[in-house]
């Protein structure tokens, strides 16, 4: 199977794990077991000898009732039967795709978004038609561009709200209109849902599949809950021939997603209102940090965002995003993405989640790269930390 590179996957691959300041992350600030039990109120050693007493089976194939129950609270109409565990959302987009699509299906897919959206279908053989997300437009779907793209039929509808890169968030009366769209087609509407709940403003969120009986919502405990590094994630739908399908492709691919992280996973969203104030006055401090940032940068601009982790930045320097990324990683530390990545020509992806101390600096580093720019000169050499 053919299948484009992962861009932004690829640059995260290659320097992430070097970055002095990690300004790129997706995930809000992640949390360790030890801040898991004590913002949970959980005793440790009760929790990890438990743990450690279980033989280490495939453990409940489906998911345990405790996670699939913590899962289904996240929605207003969906039942816990009606949630598919799969590793990630990564895992979770994957396997909607890989269940649903067919060679010579037509998929309209979004751009700027998260790259699986569009490559895995296209590499499985469907027609893709891409919608281009407009800065002017606040990068919401346009709904006329979205019913001519539909005409003539449509298999799957893929969006994603709040949208990484732009933040962002889609409003109950657009998801409305493009699902009434995707039901004149009997379509069904992908929504990866990864950063919901993460809002700036305080309101609550619709899922897609609390809107449209054919609705399909892809999320995971990366970004939300903090947890990126127990790999657990989940699809959830009404539609009961796509559940069906799922749970059949399922077999060959995962058969279920291990015991530690389901019981990691199910801790977690027993605790979701302690881990989302957390989380959600993360987001909002942080983004009016790089607000206030972006406001006293002359060469820079962005759309602000409403929600998820990240922000699109546009600068207007005659130089490509990939060579100034790269470059501003190499002398100043700063490690962010490029908006080639996204398509996004002369812009970069700020994830702005990360700890405040790392923002703080992250922005400051890019902000003496920005003044070497403008004196004709990138610095040579990296500082080390301070
Ligand atoms: C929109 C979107 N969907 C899915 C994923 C994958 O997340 P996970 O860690 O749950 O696999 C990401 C990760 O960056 C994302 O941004």
């Known amino acids: 199977m053919n299948i484009n590179p992962f861009a932004v996957e690829e640059w995260m691959n290659a320097y992430e794990t070097g970055a002095l300041y990690n300004i790129a992350e997706t995930c809000v600030d992640s949390i360790s077991l030890d801040e898991l039990f004590s913002l949970s109120g959980t005793d440790k050693e009760s929790f990890l000898s438990r743990l450690c007493s279980r033989r280490l089976t495939y453990g409940a194939i489906e998911g345990s009732p405790e996670l699939k129950n ?49 490559s895995i279908p296209a590499s499985l053989g469907a027609r893709v038609k891409i919608m281009h997300l407009k800065k002017e437009n606040g990068y919401l779907p346009d709904i006329d561009e979205l019913k001519r793209l539909a005409e003539g039929g449509v298999k799957m509808i893929c969006l994603n709200n709040p949208n990484n890169p732009a933040g962002a968030l889609i409003p109950q009366e657009i998801l ?18 990864v950063y919901r709940h993460l809002t700036q403003d305080e309101e609550w969120q619709p899922s897609i599949v609390d809107l449209y009986e054919k609705g399909i919502s892809t999320s995971s405990m990366s970004k939300v809950f903090s947890l990126a590094g127990i790999r657990l994630g989940w699809i959830a739908t009404h539609d009961k021939e796509a559940l ?23 801790l977690a969203l027993s605790a979701k209102e302690k881990i989302l104030e957390r989380n959600k006055k993360i987001i909002r401090e942080n983004l009016a940090i790089l607000d206030d940032w972006i406001q006293k940068e002359p060469h820079i601009s962005y759309v602000k965002p409403h929600a998820g982790t990240t922000a699109l930045v546009y600068y207007d320097f005659p130089v490509d995003s990939y060579t100034l990324c790269r470059q501003m990683y190499e002398t100043c530390g700063a490690f962010v993405t490029p908006g080639d990545c996204f398509n996004e020509p002369h812009s970069m992806r700020i994830g702005y989640a990360a700890d405040k101390d790392t923002l703080i600096k992250g922005l400051h580093a890019m902000s003496t790269f920005f003044r070497s720019l403008e004196a004709g000169k990138a610095g040579s050499s990296r500082p080390s930390e301070a």
Not at 176 to 193: F, G, M, N, T, W
């Open 244 to 266: 069906k399908q799922m749970w059949s492709h399922r077999d060959y691919n995962l058969i279920s997603c291990g015991m530690i992280d389901d019981a990691i996973a199910s």
């Open 176 to 193: 409305e209109k493009a699902a009434a769209i995707a039901q004149s087609c009997h379509a069904y509407l992908l929504v990866d849902e």
């Open 70 to 118: 913590g899962i289904a609270s996240l929605y207003r109409t969906i039942k816990p039967d009606e949630i598919v565990p799969t590793h990630g959302a990564a895992g979770a987009n994957h396997h909607v795709f890989y269940s649903l699509i067919n060679p010579g299906d037509t998929v309209i897919s979004i751009m700027p978004s998260y790259q699986q959206l569009y």
